[in-house]
């Protein structure tokens, strides 16, 4: 069909602001710089903080801010997704070198905010009550560029209700079209999406947007869309069953301090998503973090603990961090398996049978001995997969050590040097963690 995907791009960026409504922008918002920057902090009173406004700017490297407002949350939004928007700054190239922050909601922490997060659900019953915010920004290092200047902006600060139905229609429509981009143009199911789409879409009524009118045709359109979904046949005999994962360096271009944060930030956006979709699992690697949590963040830790009796959250991967494999010895090999595994033996009541640790560049030959005599039957790795001479030739294979010990492996394959490629017929504003199709990247040492 021509320029259809163009077409359907365009009113699909057309409809992701449609997604909010009743937007109110956020006054009395105050800000107080933290010379301290101690780890684990909570908010202070901001009664005597300087008053700070959309455009307004601040500059530094590592440098620590409190931002703040109270707000009323009105109550004809009772039986409403409330949420607030918030852009406060850039969290820089490749995920890894600018802007974040944990928001404290009525003096708890509660999520991540920085570019890729910029959406923050409150809680059911907020609607009608007064409800305290407070940001603990951190500009960031730069990553590879440390002598560059950072500068961030705070750009909005508003809340509003999710319109469910537009917000459907928008990530419905989205992971269509970017599986039409990936699907080859010689196959069916390339056409069939692409057809469905545009007569969904059809429905929209884009005569007065905005209007009572244009969302109940939104909603019409997400309803076609669904209904044409589900009438197409499913014919491959592979089902892919994914769950989150963070993949956090604990030490890379930053500094300890900042890995205990970022865990914080990390751990406690996915404790909101999964109040969202009560389906959503979660892998999480590494007792060094969940240690650093438990002392910093308590009441975090709790939480986690919950979900991971509830079995939604799992905790795994063996190895107290994920460790050099190539010049550490076999006896530090074999305590980071012990302590790992005691971890979460005592802490969780969960037994761990594999070794997790993507990020390593190579593996001794007395590995699978060693995973073996530690109770340890499988491991996966990634890095290796990136090798730009021999590549190697198998994903899942049995690996035989030294003494003929085998451990069943699984190499995560990389299609692209560096990982996925981010799809561009629609480009992303990063305002929140629920794209279909983003591509991953380090966020101060994560992998969203």
């Known amino acids: 069909m021509f320029w259809t995907k163009e077409k359907l791009a365009a009113r699909i960026r057309d409809l992701e602001s449609f ?16 010379e301290e920057g101690a780890i684990g902090a909570y ?41 607030g928007l918030f852009d406060l700054g850039r969290t820089g190239g490749g995920n890894n070198s600018g802007f974040e922050s944990l928001l404290f909601l009525n003096g708890k922490p509660y999520q991540g905010v ?21 940001f603990r920004l951190w ?48 196959r069916p199911e390339h056409h069939e999406l692409l057809s469905a ?36 046949p499913k014919h491959h005999p592979v089902t892919v069953r994914c769950i989150g994962h963070t993949h956090i360096d604990v030490a890379w271009l930053w500094r300890l301090k900042h890995t205990r944060e970022k865990a914080a930030r990390s751990f406690s956006t996915v404790l909101r998503l999964m109040e969202l979709y009560p389906d959503y699992v979660f892998l999480q690697t590494q007792p060094q973090l969940y240690d650093y949590l438990r002392t910093d963040y308590p009441e ?36 980071q398996l012990l302590y790992g595994t005691r971890f979460f033996r005592d802490q969780y009541g969960v037994e761990c049978r594999y070794l997790w640790s993507p990020d390593v560049f190579g593996y001794s030959w007395a590995s699978p001995q060693i995973l073996r005599k530690s109770g340890i039957d499988m491991f996966m790795t990634t890095k290796i997969s990136w090798n730009q001479y021999n590549r190697m ?4 294979f049995k690996w035989k050590g030294i003494d003929g010990a085998e451990v069943l492996t699984h190499f995560i394959t990389t299609p692209d040097p560096g990982g996925a490629r981010e799809l561009s017929i629609i480009p992303t504003t990063g305002a929140s963690p629920r794209s279909p199709c983003r591509a991953s990247g380090k966020a101060t040492g994560t992998k969203n």
């Open 19 to 34: 997604r909010y409504r009743d937007r109110r922008t956020v006054s009395g918002m105050k800000r107080i710089f933290d």
């Open 43 to 83: 908010p202070p009173d901001m009664t005597d903080g300087e008053e700070i406004r959309p455009g307004d700017r601040w500059t530094g490297r590592d440098l620590y801010m409190w931002l703040g407002f109270d707000a009323d949350i009105p109550a004809e939004w009772k039986g409403r997704k409330v949420l």
């Open 114 to 134: 920085d570019t890729n997060h910029e959406e923050v659900f409150l809680p059911p019953d907020a609607a009608g009550s007064a409800v305290q915010f407070r």
């Open 197 to 232: 789409l545009d007569r969904a879409f059809l429905r929209i009524d884009w005569s007065r947007p905005g209007s009572e009118e244009f969302y109940a045709s939104l909603e019409d359109a997400r309803d076609t869309l669904r209904s044409q979904l589900d009438r197409m």
């Open 300 to 335: 975090l830790y709790e939480q986690i603990r919950t979900r991971i009796a509830e079995g939604r959250w799992e905790a795994g991967g063996a190895m107290w961090l994920e460790a050099d494999c190539n010049l550490t010895s076999g006896e530090s090999l074999v305590r």
């Open 139 to 186: 500009s960031g290092l730069n990553g590879y560029s440390p002598a560059a200047p950072i500068e961030n902006r705070l750009n909005k600060a508003e809340l509003c209700w999710l319109d469910e139905a537009a917000d459907d229609l928008y990530y419905t429509a989205r992971a269509v079209l970017e599986t039409v981009e990936l699907l080859s143009d010689n």
């Open 393 to 396: 030739p198998h994903d899942t």
